[in-house]
């Protein structure tokens, strides 16, 4: 399972905005030559647009609509109020860029709001951690004395285990998925194994009845003869 983190999308300022194709110019028909009855249509001056990508791996070619909007600002709001505070301000200062953000994170929001809960939480933890241990390791690198250090090595461990944990919630839940897929291929094999057996059965009995089957073959062509066709 190819599993996209909504810690980075929601931790950074990411693409540009997106927007539908233009569509492709009419097609010109051209006048019909004399040898001919019906007028020859020419080809497109451009090959057509291709059709917005709504699958989430291109970006999301639409605005969200208000319902959308406000859903995605709740969910940032409950679990990180300074992340919402950025986006608030961005929506005032430069709109564009925040509709773009916006646009982008609904389709890890999409992904990420089917998840169990508990994996819901562990990405947010993983965010929260690695935020923690940035701030961490610059303490420590400002700490020229060492007087902090002791306490900034603890503060970078215990951010480091809260990454690890979460880390561990998020990659039992994939291998869990990856074993039902197993499972779910396990029984499609199994069916078509049975299925191949069954043809093998069937061309080994015609194998054995060749000769009854060739009779019955000549006998009906002889009381219903098919039409002459030719070879190809």
Request: hydrophobic residues 40%; glycine residues 4%.
């Amino acid at each position: 399972m190819r599993r996209v983190w909504m810690i980075a999308v929601l931790g950074a300022g990411l693409l540009a905005t997106g927007c539908p194709p233009t569509p492709p110019p009419a097609p010109v028909v051209a006048a019909p030559p004399k040898a001919q009855s019906r007028p020859v249509v020419a080809p497109p001056a451009t090959r057509p647009a291709p059709k917005p990508d709504v699958s989430g791996r291109g970006g999301l070619h639409r605005p969200l609509s208000a319902g959308e909007e406000n859903e995605l600002l709740k969910v940032i709001k409950d679990f990180k109020e300074a992340d919402y505070q950025r986006l608030a301000d961005l929506k005032a200062k430069d709109p564009a860029q925040f509709r773009a953000q916006m646009r982008q994170m609904w389709i890890w929001y999409s992904e990420w709001k089917t998840m169990p809960e508990p994996v819901q939480q562990a990405y947010w933890d993983v965010r929260e951690a690695k935020a923690q241990t940035a701030a961490a390791l610059a303490d420590l690198q400002a700490d020229k004395n060492g007087a902090s250090r002791e306490k900034n090595l603890a503060r970078l461990r215990q951010a480091q285990g809260r990454e690890f944990d979460a880390l561990q919630v998020i990659q039992t839940q994939w291998a869990e998925e990856f074993a039902k897929r197993i499972v779910k291929l396990q029984g499609e094999i199994e069916s078509r194994q049975k299925s191949l057996e069954a043809l093998r059965g069937e061309l080994k009995a015609r194998r054995s009845d060749r000769e009854k089957i060739l009779d019955a073959k000549v006998d009906s062509l002889l009381k219903n003869p098919l039409p002459a066709q030719p070879p190809f």
